[in-house]
C-alpha cells in the first residue's frame, strides 16, 4: 500500500503524523509525506520522501514572525478572534487553495493508495474526495475547541464547489473517514467530543520520571527538582523570560530555560547558578529527569509533559494554547498565569504551590498512565488497511 502523508504548518503539524508513518513502513508498507517547501529537510531528516506543495522561500512569515518576538522585550498575546480568522482564512482558505491543487497533481503521479493529513489540512481533504481516495486525518490539537466546522464552512464550502464536489452542509468530509488521535481521550474537551469512531493511539512509550528529578549536568544541587521552562518561539518575548526567571529566583530548584534560535540567552543578564539558559535542549532527554514543566501549553509540549507524568505551569498565548490550558487545569495537572500580568511573585507562588502539592503530580500521572494504556502506533496500521480496502 502507498500512503501519502500531508500537513500543512509547522513543526507541530508534521510531528504528529511520524510515530503513524514510522509504523506504516515497518509493516511493509510506502510513505512519502507532502508539506511546505521549507520543511523537506525536515522531512528528509526524519527518514522520509519529501514532496514540496510550495516553493521553499528562505525568508517567511514564520521566521519574520520569529525574529520580530525576539527582539521584541514584552510578550504578545493574540486576539482569539484574530486566530480564528487566521484559521479561517490562513489554513482554510489561501492554504487549503494552495494544498488542493498540489497534492491533487502529486497523487495523480505518485498515486497512492490512501491519504493521511493533519487535521488543519483542509485541501487535501478536498483533493482526496476529487480523487475518490479515502483520507484519514491525524488530530494536532490536544484538547479541541479551537478549530469548530462553523469557522471554516465557508471557504471550504466555496473550495469544494470550485471543484465541483457536492454540497456538504456539515462538513462530514473532514471527519468521515478515520480519525487518528495521538492524545488521551480524556484530555479532549467534553464540550468538543470527538466522532464515535476515533483510534486512539500512544506515540510512544512513556515511561515515568526518576524518583529524584535532578538533571546531570544541570547546575544546581544534585537531586534537587528540576524545572523546565519552554515558551514556543513566535510569541515570547524576553519580559516572560526575565519575570520567570526572577520568580524562581528564590526557589530550592534547578532550572532549564530554552529560549529558542531567535533570542540570545545573553539578553537575560546575570542569573544565579542554578538556572541555566539555553536556545535548545532535546527534550526527550531532559522530561524524564524534571519535576514540573513551565510552558506555552502548546499540544506538543503539553503533551510531553504529561507523556511522563509532570505537572505543568502554563502561560497561554494564542491559537489552541487557552484551550489547552484550560482543560489540562481543569483535569488539576496545571496552574494557568496570564502571560502579560503575571508577576514574579504570581511565578514564584505557581510554581512552589505545583510542586509542594502532590495532588498535581498524582493528575499528571493519571493522564500519563492513560497514555501508556493506549494501543501503540503500530495499531493504526490495521485502521488504515482496512480503510483503504473499504474504497
Known amino acids: 500500500m502507498r500512503i501519502l502523508f500531508t500537513f500543512i504548518g509547522g513543526s507541530g503539524h508534521f510531528r504528529p503524523l511520524i510515530p503513524v508513518a514510522r509504523a506504516a513502513e515497518a509493516a511493509g508498507h510506502t510513505v512519502a509525506f507532502a508539506g511546505g517547501g521549507r520543511r523537506g529537510p525536515e522531512i528528509t531528516a526524519a527518514g522520509f520522501t519529501a514532496f514540496a506543495t510550495s516553493e521553499p522561500r528562505g525568508h517567511t512569515e514564520a521566521t519574520a514572525a520569529a525574529?520580530?518576538?525576539?527582539?521584541?522585550?514584552?510578550?504578545?498575546?493574540?486576539?482569539?478572534?484574530?486566530?480564528?480568522?487566521?484559521?479561517?482564512?490562513?489554513?482554510?482558505?489561501?492554504?487549503?487553495?494552495?494544498?488542493?491543487?498540489?497534492?491533487?497533481?502529486?497523487?495523480?503521479?505518485?498515486?497512492?493508495?490512501?491519504?493521511?493529513?493533519?487535521?488543519?489540512?483542509?485541501?487535501?481533504?478536498?483533493?482526496?474526495?476529487?480523487?475518490?481516495?479515502?483520507?484519514?486525518?491525524?488530530?494536532?490539537?490536544?484538547?479541541?475547541?479551537?478549530?469548530?466546522?462553523?469557522?471554516?464552512?465557508?471557504?471550504?464550502?466555496?473550495?469544494?464547489?470550485?471543484?465541483?464536489?457536492?454540497?456538504?452542509?456539515?462538513?462530514?468530509?473532514?471527519?468521515?473517514?478515520?480519525?487518528?488521535?495521538?492524545?488521551?481521550?480524556?484530555?479532549?474537551?467534553?464540550?468538543?467530543?470527538?466522532?464515535?469512531?476515533?483510534?486512539?493511539?500512544?506515540?510512544?512509550?512513556?515511561?515515568?520520571?526518576?524518583?529524584?528529578?535532578?538533571?546531570?549536568?544541570?547546575?544546581?544541587?544534585?537531586?534537587?527538582?528540576?524545572?523546565?521552562?519552554?515558551?514556543?518561539?513566535?510569541?515570547?518575548?524576553?519580559?516572560?523570560?526575565?519575570?520567570?526567571?526572577?520568580?524562581?529566583?528564590?526557589?530550592?530548584?534547578?532550572?532549564?530555560?530554552?529560549?529558542?534560535?531567535?533570542?540570545?540567552?545573553?539578553?537575560?543578564?546575570?542569573?544565579?547558578?542554578?538556572?541555566?539558559?539555553?536556545?535548545?535542549?532535546?527534550?526527550?532527554?531532559?522530561?524524564?529527569?524534571?519535576a514540573l514543566v513551565v510552558s506555552h501549553g502548546g499540544s506538543g509540549s503539553l503533551m510531553g509533559a504529561l507523556a511522563h507524568g509532570l505537572p505543568s505551569v502554563l502561560f497561554p498565548h494564542g491559537a489552541d494554547q487557552p484551550y489547552n490550558a484550560r482543560r489540562c487545569t481543569e483535569l488539576g495537572a496545571a496552574r494557568t498565569l496570564d502571560p502579560v500580568t503575571a508577576t514574579p511573585e504570581d511565578i514564584h507562588t505557581a510554581v512552589s504551590t505545583v510542586l509542594a502539592d502532590s495532588g498535581y503530580r498524582s493528575a499528571a500521572e493519571r493522564i500519563r498512565d492513560e497514555m501508556n494504556a493506549l494501543p501503540g502506533a503500530e495499531e493504526t496500521v490495521p485502521a488504515l488497511e482496512a480503510l483503504a480496502l473499504s474504497r
Open 67 to 290: 525574529e520580530t518576538a525576539a527582539a521584541r522585550s514584552t510578550v504578545e498575546v493574540s486576539d482569539p478572534e484574530e486566530d480564528i480568522r487566521h484559521l479561517a482564512e490562513g489554513f482554510a482558505r489561501r492554504g487549503a487553495r494552495r494544498h488542493a491543487a498540489a497534492v491533487l497533481e502529486l497523487a495523480r503521479t505518485w498515486k497512492p493508495d490512501i491519504l493521511v493529513r493533519d487535521e488543519v489540512d483542509f485541501g487535501t481533504a478536498v483533493a482526496a474526495e476529487s480523487l475518490g481516495i479515502p483520507c484519514a486525518s491525524v488530530l494536532v490539537l490536544a484538547a479541541g475547541g479551537f478549530l469548530r466546522k462553523d469557522v471554516v464552512a465557508e471557504p471550504l464550502h466555496e473550495l469544494r464547489s470550485a471543484y465541483g464536489l457536492p454540497y456538504d452542509p456539515d462538513l462530514a468530509v473532514l471527519d468521515r473517514d478515520l480519525v487518528l488521535s495521538p492524545f488521551p481521550p480524556s484530555f479532549r474537551d467534553p464540550r468538543f467530543p470527538l466522532p464515535a469512531h476515533t483510534f486512539s493511539f500512544r506515540p510512544t512509550a512513556a515511561r515515568p520520571p526518576e524518583a529524584t528529578p535532578g538533571t546531570p549536568g544541570t547546575p544546581g544541587t544534585p537531586g534537587t527538582p528540576t524545572v523546565y521552562v519552554t515558551l514556543g518561539t513566535v510569541h515570547a518575548g524576553t519580559d516572560l523570560f526575565s519575570r520567570i526567571a526572577a520568580g524562581l529566583r528564590g526557589l530550592p530548584v534547578n532550572v532549564l530555560m530554552t529560549v529558542g534560535d531567535h533570542i540570545d540567552p545573553a539578553v537575560l543578564g546575570p542569573l544565579p547558578g542554578h538556572i541555566r539558559v539555553e536556545r535548545f535542549v532535546p527534550q526527550e532527554q531532559l522530561l524524564p529527569r524534571c
